[in-house]
């Protein structure tokens, strides 16, 4: 039986406002019929904290530490908590509502399209499996997070590995489209990412920190071999292609469809109004 063909498209290190901007143009091109199903892989030049669509920078997010480090700054359009892209592999799934074998409900959305996710942690040698809340209270926890940092905790049907959460993922609907998009942390710099966040008091920025580090973990802490970026990415691709079961056909974006990209970038995520606007 013929695989189904997505799209596969690795754009590289962008710029954040860029990133975000070619997720939401490749979501409004596939709710047009004008793209096929698509897998992208990308980078953050510079390094960038990202905030969930809800987040409120003013009263979460250490904005001098963040110009500071020399990190981009920019709001995504999915919800969940703040990301450092640093040291990752940032992935987006755009794919429609209405496809055969898109489960109806986020949640299970979620642990599909994880599918290929999983698969990829295998393909490197770790044995990851999916998060399920098993109690009242770790339910509880998902509805009211106590940090903005999103790996302080794992969600539904993210990945973990030995107990600890590997890869941190968001999703949103618009237009009769999923668009999931999250990331796959190869190195992790702990100082640097709690640096970037308000806390009532030093002592409660340490007590989190020591917390994350028994609920998250990078893929490097956990292999004697340094996997690199270029490893990373033919084992997620391939783990995108087994977990989904399709083929993927790389794709170069035309002048005129970066054009539109950069268009989107500059009228929303490079501005003040949509960055800091909560």
Not at 30 to 48: K, L, M, Q, V
Not at 165 to 194: C, N, W, Y
Not at 223 to 248: C, H, Q, S, V, W
């Amino acid at each position: 039986m013929m695989k189904e063909v997505w799209r596969f498209i690795d754009s590289g290190a962008c710029s954040p406002a860029y990133n975000m901007a070619l997720d939401e143009a490749l979501l409004t091109w596939h709710s047009e019929g004008r793209i096929p199903p698509t897998i992208r892989f990308y980078g953050w030049d510079p390094a960038t904290l990202s905030v969930g669509y809800f987040q409120k920078v003013a009263k979460e997010i250490h904005l001098d530490k963040v110009r500071e480090y020399g990190l981009g700054f920019v709001r995504r359009p999915t919800g969940g908590r703040a990301v450092l892209h640093d040291q990752e592999l940032t992935y987006s799934v755009i794919v429609s509502e209405e496809h055969p074998d898109m489960p109806a409900t986020v949640t299970e959305a979620y642990r599909v399209i994880s599918q290929g996710i999983l698969e990829g942690f295998t393909d490197v040698g770790l044995e990851a499996y999916f998060s399920i809340p098993r109690t009242e209270e770790e339910l509880s926890s998902l509805k009211n997070p106590r940090s903005a940092v999103c790996f302080d905790a794992p969600s539904w049907y993210e990945l973990v590995v030995e107990g600890r959460k590997v890869a941190g993922s968001a999703q949103t609907r618009q237009k009769g489209v999923i668009l999931q998009h999250g990331s796959i942390i190869l190195d992790i710099d702990e100082d640097k990412l709690f640096d970037l966040f308000k806390y009532p008091s030093e002592r409660v920025r340490e007590r989190m920190q020591r917390n994350f580090r028994n609920k998250a973990v990078a893929i490097n802490a956990l292999r004697r071999e340094p996997l690199t970026m270029d490893e990373a990415k033919l084992a997620f691709r391939k783990g995108f292609e087994k977990g989904l079961n399709i083929t993927l056909e790389p794709y170069t974006l035309s002048k005129e469809e970066d054009e539109e990209v950069r268009q989107i970038a500059r009228n929303r995520y490079e501005q003040d109004e949509w960055n800091f606007r909560k």
